[in-house]
Antibody, heavy 120, light 110 residues
Framework: EVQLVESGGGFIQPGGSLRLSCEASGFTFRGYGMIWVRQAPGKGLEWISAITGGGGVTYYADTVKGRFTISRDNSKNSLYLQLNRLTAEDTAVYYC?????????????WGRGTLVTVSS | QSALTQPASVSGSPGQSITISCSGTASDLGYNNYLSWYQQRPGKAPTLILFDVSDRPSGVSNRFSGSKSGNTASLTISGLQPEDEADYYCNSYTSFSTWVFGGGTRLTVL
């Protein structure tokens, strides 16, 4: 059974940094693309970043490009998202998701999310 | 990249069919058929219900179906059931090598 468990969320002041993690199990991690999606309180879903199985290619939404960095460690079955220069608009639940398999990515399995709150 | 356009809400009675529309541009829905739909029940993570416009992942009911024409796509749910009450989101891969969601549609089963 595919399991994705996010961690690292919390309360952070504007301008601060945070690193989110997503621990994966139940599948061959290196064989799948991985994605981060966020959802602000009471709002819709927003795709923010993706990475190929080998980690060699990354993708970012314009809203986070230059501030967020996606990475993965296939030896640890883990996905990461480094969040820098945070603003109140980054307050959201951050979900990691596993690709269905193939191209382009479809978000086939999701974790429960981790909440990031940016406030002074 | 602007969000795809969905109606804010739709409703239907048990047993009826409803359709949720999703409209975009030549850079997303009109660019390819890489369209998917997600269901999000209250307080839960989203789940994939359709991909490649109309394909269902294993385990998803055949009451869910999809179509697309040009820059507009639709999700149809037939034989509405109370457990279908949820938020539904369309998503498209774009010509910019990004993905974009619709704003979401709240389905109420009366």
């Amino acid at each position: 059974e595919v399991q994705l468990v996010e961690s690292g969320g919390g309360f952070i002041q504007p301008g601060g940094s945070l690193r989110l993690s997503c621990e994966a199990s139940g599948f061959t991690f290196r064989g799948y693309g991985m994605i981060w999606v966020r959802q602000a309180p009471g709002k819709g879903l927003e795709w923010i970043s993706a990475i190929t199985g080998g980690g060699g290619v990354t993708y970012y939404a314009d809203t986070v490009k230059g501030r967020f960095t996606i990475s993965r460690d296939n030896s640890k079955n883990s996905l990461y998202l480094q969040l820098n220069r945070l603003t109140a608009e980054d307050t959201a639940v951050y979900y990691c998701a596993k690709d269905l398999g193939g191209w382009p990515f479809y978000f086939a399995n999701w974790g429960r999310g981790t909440l990031v709150t940016v406030s002074s | 990249q602007s969000a795809l356009t969905q109606p804010a809400s739709v409703s239907g009675s048990p047993g009826q069919s409803i359709t949720i529309s999703c409209s975009g541009t030549a850079s997303d829905l009109g660019y390819n058929n890489y369209l998917s739909w997600y269901q999000q029940r209250p307080g839960k993570a989203p789940t994939l219900i359709l991909f490649d416009v109309s394909d269902r992942p294993s385990g998803v009911s055949n009451r869910f179906s999809g179509s697309k024409s040009g820059n507009t796509a639709s999700l149809t749910i037939s034989g509405l059931q109370p457990e279908d009450e949820a938020d539904y989101y369309c998503n498209s891969y774009t010509s910019f090598s990004t993905w974009v969601f619709g704003g979401g549609t709240r389905l109420t089963v009366l």
